[in-house]
Structures are given as C-alpha cells and as structure tokens.
C-alpha cells in the first residue's frame, strides 16, 4: 500500500471573523498546489485542485478521523476502510508530521512539513504504526 500525505497550499492569514477550516486558499497557493500536482503525475480545495490534474471523478471523501488534529490510529482506521493500494489524504500542520512520523518510525521523528510538499509512505501490507518506508518528502519549492 502507498499512502500520500500532503499538506495544503498556502491560504488566507488565520483572522477572528473566520474558523481555519473556513480560510480559503490564496490565488499563489492555488496556482503552486497546480504547479506541484503537474510535477506529480508520474508518481476539499487543495484536494480539489489535485483531483482535476488528475482527472480523478471520484467522490473525494472527508471525515473527522482526517480532519484538523487527526490521531495516528484514527487515519489507520479511515484508510482501511477503503480497499485500494494508492490513496491521498491531505492536510494540515502538525498533523502530517506527526502522521509522517508515526507511520515511519517508532522513535519518533520530525520533518518540517511546508505548504504544498508531498511524502509518499510505503507499506509490505496493510497500513500500520512504525512499519512504512518514507520513499520521498518533496516541497513545494522544487515545483516553482
């Protein structure tokens, strides 16, 4: 199993008259996460931007065991309710270390996790704690 983290484009300054989850992305982080998904063929708006590159029609699936201060075990338990081997989540900060981290290694670890950069996680097998290889972790800058 492969499993894709990556972390949202760049978006509105966080302010009082708007929760995060309401903060729309930027015209720049619109057009990198586009820049960064082209550059990422062969291999909700940062989603949605990633789908049409590639022309995935799919339902894209959001749920609270991935939303803002998702846990470990919670994601292990949304992906395996899917049967597929390929499957991106996207996301926020720290949560995509703290994924990244608990999927690779079980001593812990951190990766500074940018606006935009994408990690692949390899799995022998179903998705588990400590048992993925962190094939690569590419940011946004190499896109633009």
Avoid: C, Q
């Amino acid at each position: 199993m492969n499993l894709y983290l990556i972390r949202h484009g760049d978006a509105e300054k966080a302010s009082l008259s708007k929760s995060d989850s309401e903060r729309e992305l930027t015209s720049k982080g619109k057009v990198s996460i586009k820049k960064a998904a082209e550059g990422w063929k062969r291999t909700i708006k940062s989603a949605d931007i990633i789908a049409d590159v590639f022309d995935y029609s799919k339902k894209i699936t959001t749920d609270k065991r991935i939303t803002i201060g998702n846990k470990p075990n919670d994601v292990i338990d949304f992906i395996r309710s899917f049967d597929v081997e390929n499957i991106a989540i996207v996301g926020h900060e720290p949560d995509m270390s703290n994924n990244l981290s608990a999927f690779t290694s079980s001593a812990g670890m951190y990766l500074e996790f940018k606006k935009g950069t994408i990690a692949k996680i390899s799995f022998e097998g179903k998705i588990r704690l400590s048992a993925g290889t962190l094939e690569f972790l590419i940011p946004l800058k190499v896109f633009e």
